[in-house]
């Protein structure tokens, strides 16, 4: 079971993707491929595998 505040942040997040402002797009693009946050994207593929 995911914290509401986990879950609030997925819906931004697919909010943000699905629909959203292009240019806000490629600025969160852009600075994660500068952060090289690997951490990130790992979180997140975490999260959506615990999803299903």
């Known amino acids: 079971v995911q914290s509401p505040m986990t879950m609030n942040t997925l819906r931004l997040g697919i909010s943000i993707l699905k629909?959203?402002?292009v240019?806000?797009?490629k600025c969160m693009l852009k600075h994660?491929?500068?952060k090289k946050d690997v951490g990130f994207f790992?979180?997140?593929a975490g999260?959506?595998?615990s999803c299903r």
Do not use: A, F, R
Request: no cysteine.
């Open 19 to 21: 629909g959203g402002n």
């Open 47 to 49: 999260l959506m595998n």
């Open 32 to 34: 994660l491929k500068e």
């Open 23 to 25: 240019e806000i797009q």
């Open 42 to 44: 790992t979180s997140i």
